[in-house]
C-alpha cells in the first residue's frame, strides 16, 4: 500500500512562487509513477505534471512555469510553481499508480491519492 502525504500549499500573490512536496510512505516500487493534480471549485480534476524517472510531461497551461522533480532518497516529488496566476487558485492532489498510465495526466489512471493542499493565489 502507497500513501501520499502533500505540503507547501498557501497563499501568494499573482507572479511569486510555491513548492509543493509530496512525501511517499508504503511499498515503495522502482516503477512508480507519480503526478500532480489540481481541482478548482466547481471544476473538474485536472493532471497538471507527471514524472517517473528522468521523463517528465505538463499541461500545456503550467509549461515554462511549474516543474515536476523527484528526489528518490527522500521519497519526495516536488511542484515548483513560478509566475502564479490567478487561475491556479485549487486544491492540489499528488498521485501515484504503479504502471505507465496510457496518458500521463489521466487522472482515471491513478490508484493513489493524497488528501491535497490548498493553494491560493490572489491577484
Known amino acids: 500500500q502507497v500513501q501520499l502525504l502533500e505540503s507547501g500549499g498557501g497563499s501568494v500573490q499573482a507572479g511569486g512562487s510555491l513548492r509543493l512536496s509530496c512525501t511517499v510512505s508504503?511499498?515503495?516500487?522502482?516503477?512508480?509513477?507519480m503526478g500532480w493534480f489540481r481541482q478548482a471549485p466547481g471544476k473538474e480534476r485536472e493532471g497538471v505534471a507527471f514524472i517517473y524517472d528522468i521523463s517528465t510531461f505538463y499541461a500545456d497551461s503550467v509549461k515554462g512555469r511549474f516543474t515536476i522533480s523527484s528526489d528518490n532518497a527522500k521519497n519526495t516529488v516536488y511542484l515548483q510553481m513560478n509566475s502564479l496566476r490567478s487561475e491556479d487558485t485549487a486544491m492540489y492532489y499528488c498521485a501515484a499508480t504503479y504502471g505507465a498510465p496510457p496518458v500521463p495526466l489521466e487522472k482515471a489512471s491513478y490508484s493513489y491519492w493524497g488528501q491535497g493542499t490548498q493553494v491560493t493565489v490572489s491577484s
Open positions: 508504503g511499498y515503495i516500487p522502482s516503477w512508480l509513477y
